[in-house]
Structure formats: C-alpha cells, structure tokens
C-alpha cells in the first residue's frame, strides 16, 4: 500500500488500540508510525516488563548471556501510549469500549494480538522437574534449573 493510500484508509480513525504487547502488538504500533498515522496508538500488555522478544528466552537469556530481550525502541518518541501490566477483560463492541483491570478503554479500531498459550498436558502442572518456557518469568525460574 502507498503512503498516501495508507493514510487516506485511516482518515476519520482516531484512536488504534491494541492488546497484546509482543512482537505482533509491538510491529502493529510501529507500522502504524512508520505508515504515517498521526491518532492515537495505545499498547495494553498483561506482563509487567518492557515488551519483549521471545526466541532468546530459549537461547541468550537461558545460558545467562542476556539478561532479557526487551525490544529497543523508545515508545515514547514513537507517541505509542504504553500501559504495561494491565489485563484487558473483555470488549464490548457496541460501545467500541474494552474492559480492562485498570477500567474502560475506548476505541475506533481494535488490534488483538494476544498470541498463544503454551498447550499443557494432563497431570504435569506442579510437577517438580517439569518446566513451562513461555516468558521471560518462566526463563528466569528456568536457568538456575538447568
Ligand atoms: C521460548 C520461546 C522460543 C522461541 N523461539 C523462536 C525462534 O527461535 N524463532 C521463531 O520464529 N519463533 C520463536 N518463538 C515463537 C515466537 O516467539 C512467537 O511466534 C511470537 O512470540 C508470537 O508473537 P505474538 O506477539 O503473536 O504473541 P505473544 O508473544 O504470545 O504475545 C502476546 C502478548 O499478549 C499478551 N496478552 C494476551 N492476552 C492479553 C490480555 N487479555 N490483556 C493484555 N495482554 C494480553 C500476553 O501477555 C503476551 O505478552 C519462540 C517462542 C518461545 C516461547
């Protein structure tokens, strides 16, 4: 898409909020800067760290190389409203409004980037010696393991 279709297709959208701060939330918000949208870009994400990237969780940050994969870039100077350590509860798309821990949140249009949850199996949770490696909380319970 050209510069000015893109911003011609965003015109009368104020407010872009997306939930889920991973790579896809993070890409959204940068695409949207890079693509020229001058609204409003918010971010929610459920985890309390900077949004970071998680194939190094497996790698760098497990053999104690790094000590997390947070993204480098300054949401701030990108005018991307950050709200780290909120979970969004629910939409309600009548109101073009979410519900979130830290109360409404509207929008004009909505991003969900949620990703995935790791599949468990029957009988495993608890287990001593039976680890889960999704977030960067799971690789740091992790690494003095192994
Ligand atoms: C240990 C590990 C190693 C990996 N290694 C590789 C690799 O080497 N190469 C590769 O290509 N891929 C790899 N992957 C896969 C890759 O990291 C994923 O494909 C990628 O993280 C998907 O990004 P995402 O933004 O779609 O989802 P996610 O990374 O899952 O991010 C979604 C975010 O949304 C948040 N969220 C969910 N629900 C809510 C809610 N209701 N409210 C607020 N926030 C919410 C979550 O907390 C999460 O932070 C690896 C994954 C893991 C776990």
């Given at each position: 898409m050209s510069e000015q279709t893109a911003q011609e297709g965003t015109a009368g959208i104020r407010r872009v909020v997306v939930v889920g701060a991973g790579m896809a939330g993070v890409q959204t918000a940068v695409a949207l800067r890079e693509r020229g949208f001058a609204g409003e870009v918010s971010v929610i994400g459920a985890?309390?760290?900077q949004p970071y990237d998680r194939?190094?969780?497996?790698?760098a940050v497990l053999l104690g190389k790094a000590e997390d994969s947070a993204f480098d870039l300054d949401f701030d100077a990108l005018g991307v409203d950050l709200r780290l350590?909120?979970?969004?509860?629910?939409?309600?798309p009548a109101d073009h409004e979410l519900d979130t821990e830290a109360g409404p949140v509207p929008y004009d249009v909505l991003v969900l980037a949620t990703g995935a949850e790791p599949v468990t199996l029957p009988g495993?949770?608890?287990?001593?010696g039976v680890h889960l490696l999704r977030t960067l909380d799971d690789a740091e319970r992790l690494r003095p393991v192994l």
């Open positions: 985890e309390p760290h194939p190094p969780l497996s790698k350590g909120c979970e969004v509860l629910g939409a309600r495993t949770e608890g287990v001593p």
